[in-house]
């Protein structure tokens, strides 16, 4: 069982930047994927980025070279930071782990309870 805590989120004007943190229990997070995930009212969740153990990245269209994802497994903790935030970003932000590598939600199996996320127009 892996339990998982976000961190970060908050309010930002247009263009701004903010970096969100996500820290997990337990000493076998390094073997697990992790993925960034968020969901705006009245939307279905989606995929923002993922991070697989061996730090491998992958980003969302939406996001790409906006947003970086890392990690540091002494700490446990993945991190999302995102810049030139647009009004659109503005959503409850969730990180995830699994074992399989994978986009969809259904595929982790460990959530956060999320940290709200609110750009400016």
């Known amino acids: 069982q892996v339990q998982l805590v976000e961190f970060g989120g908050g309010l930002v004007q247009a263009g701004g930047s903010l970096r969100l943190s996500c820290t997990a229990s337990?000493?076998?997070?390094?073997?697990?994927?992790v993925g960034w995930f968020r969901q705006a009212p009245g939307k279905e969740r989606e995929f923002v980025a993922r991070i697989s153990w061996s730090d491998t990245t992958s980003y969302a269209d939406s996001v790409k070279g906006r947003f970086t994802i890392s990690r540091i497994n002494a700490q446990n903790t993945v991190y999302l930071y995102m810049a030139s935030l647009k009004p659109e970003d503005t959503a409850v932000y969730y990180c995830?782990?699994?074992?399989?590598?994978?986009?969809?939600?259904?595929?982790?199996?460990?959530w956060g309870q999320g940290t709200q996320v609110t750009v400016s127009s």
């Open positions: 995830a782990a699994g074992r399989t590598l994978a986009t969809a939600p259904s595929e982790y199996n460990y």
């Open positions: 337990g000493r076998t997070f390094s073997s697990y994927h």
